[in-house]
C-alpha cells in the first residue's frame, strides 16, 4: 500500500481505493469516498481514510466493514424502461427510479446512458465500466434506434433533415436512419437510428422541425432489440450481445419492438 497521490512507476496493477470499492460493487464512487472518510475500510489490517490510497489489488488485502472484499462478477441487464421512471438512483422528490424495477436493489449497478422520465424503451445495466465507456462514447458509433410519434404529420423533406442531419444548440446533429412507419390522425411515426446520445437529442430534432415528440420509445442499443422483453422487466444480455455490442460500429440498422407503437 503506498499513500501518494500518483501511481507509482511499475507494471504493478495499482487503483485508488475508491475505485477499488465501487469497482467491487460496494457503491459508487462518491459512497466509497464517504465510506473510506468514514473509517470502515480497512487494508491490511489498518484502517485507512484517504480514499485516494493506492492499492495493488495483488498484494494488498481490503476489508469493508470487517469483510474481505470480493471481486465482484461483472452484470450486464437489459431494462426495458417504461416511461415515469428516473434514470438515477436516488430523487429527492421520492419518485419511482430505475432501480425500482431491479430485482436486487443493493446490487450496484449503473445505468449505460440515460432515458428521459417521459421515455421508455431499452436500457443497459451494468457494474462494467470499461464495458459502459464503449456504448457511450460517441467515438464507437454505437447506434440507437427510437420509434417516435410527431405531434403532426412530418413531410419526406422534414425526414430528410433528420437524415441529413440538422443544427441544434450544441452543433450539427451527425447523419441518422430514418424511416417512417406510418401516418396516424394526422401524425407521423417514425423510427430514427442515431450514433450519438446528447441530452434529450431526438425530442429536440424533432422539435427543430416545428414539431413536438409524443412518444418515444428506444427499441434498440445496437443490435440488442426489445424482442419479447416487457415493460418494466429485466433480462440478462447474452454472451453474443455483449460481444456484438462492444464491437459494434457504425453502418448497422437496427430496429424492431414488439411495443404499443
Ligand atoms: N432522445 C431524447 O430526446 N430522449 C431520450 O430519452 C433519449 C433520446
Known sequence: MRQISKPPAGNRPLKTLERVLSKAGVGSRTEARKWVTAGRVKVNGRIVKDPDTWVDLERD?????????E???PVYLLLYKPTGYLTTYDDPQGRPTIYDLLPDRDRYLFSVGRLDLDTSGLLILTNDTAFAERVTNPDFKVPKTYLVKASKHLTDADL??????????????RPAVVERI?????????????TEGRNRQVRRMVEALDAKVLKLVRVA??????????????????ADERRALSGASEGQR?????DDR
Open 221 to 238: 442499443i445496437g443490435s440488442i432489440r426489445i424482442g419479447a422483453l416487457a415493460i418494466g422487466k429485466t433480462r440478462e444480455l447474452t
Open 182 to 194: 406510418r401516418e396516424s390522425g394526422g401524425k407521423s411515426v417514425f423510427e430514427i437510428t442515431i
Open 61 to 69: 488485502k481490503v476489508f469493508f466493514d470487517g469483510k474481505p472484499l
Open 71 to 73: 471481486k465482484q462478477e
Open 254 to 258: 437496427l430496429g424492431g419492438t414488439n
Open 160 to 173: 430528410d433533415r433528420l437524415r441529413h442531419g440538422l443544427e441544434l444548440r450544441d452543433g450539427p446533429t
